[in-house]
């Protein structure tokens, strides 16, 4: 019979940043965000048993049951840091956007008057952050198995044997809040935003395989780009069974 227990914290932050102005953003400063997250204190027991059936060592049952918890480093922490790398993607044909002929028309270089930098969203160059459920627990597994084993020579055995692991605190990502819906925990879960098509304006590209021109549809409002709302929650637990 073997028995134990681990006590585990696990707390990350993100330490204060800033960082220098750019040609399309001003200088960003970031404040420290501690706890993201924090948890703790978690007990994981675990318990084992081999019993010897017959006495001869060729026959044991085993059994156990231990709780785990979901390693993390800086996984969560990472989501919340505003210091992260971020794009848009802006429409471009080498031409002043206001239809005058300039030198720089045809130059193979991207000048601001031939961009549409109103389609910018107003939180360019500052992520936008997930949110932290307040009541987000650590994930953790619970895994219960039982076996036979015998042996038939001193060297071959046979074997078998049921194992089950079941998840708790599973981590579930809530993105796009628009429609909120409920999951089995009574938590308030956003659903995907759903745009109505007449968000997007048609744009005709090139197609780089054949020539053809095709259909694609862009989002009209830059304030579109910037309608994101990720909510980091939990879901009730799973189990999984194996034979």
């Known amino acids: 019979m073997s028995y134990g227990a681990r006590a585990e914290w696990l707390n990350s932050q993100v330490d204060e940043q800033r960082a220098d102005a750019g040609r ?20 994981t027991p675990r318990f084992g ?8 060592a060729k026959t044991a049952v085993k059994s156990s049951v231990g709780r785990y918890m979901t390693p993390y480093t800086v996984g969560l922490a990472e989501r919340l840091n505003p210091m992260a790398p971020t794009s848009v993607a802006l429409p471009w044909n080498d031409r002043d956007l206001l239809g005058r002929t300039l030198s720089t028309n045809g130059d193979d270089i991207a000048q601001d008057n031939e961009l549409d930098l109103t389609r910018l969203p ?10 932290l459920d307040s009541n987000l627990r650590r994930e953790a597994n619970v895994e ?4 036979v084993q015998h042996a038939l020579t001193s060297n071959i055995s046979v074997a078998t044997g049921w194992y089950r692991r079941s998840f708790y605190n599973i981590h579930l990502d809530c993105s796009d ?4 819906l409920t ?19 048609p744009v005709q590209v090139v197609s780089p395989y054949n020539g053809e021109i095709i259909t694609a549809y862009n989002l009209k409002s830059a304030a579109e780009l910037s309608r994101v709302d990720n909510l980091v929650t939990k879901t009730a637990a799973r189990g999984i069974d194996d034979v």
């Open 24 to 43: 399309f953003v001003g200088e960003r400063h970031f404040a420290k965000v501690p706890n993201v997250p924090s948890f703790g204190l978690d007990v």
């Open 144 to 147: 219960t198995a039982i076996s």
């Open 183 to 201: 999951n089995g925990q009574g938590l308030r879960c956003p659903d995907n935003l759903e745009r109505d098509f007449n968000d997007y304006a």
């Open 177 to 180: 809040a628009q429609r909120p």
């Open 49 to 56: 048993l081999a019993y010897d059936v017959f006495g001869d």
């Open 122 to 131: 107003s939180n360019f160059g500052e992520r936008q952050l997930d949110r």
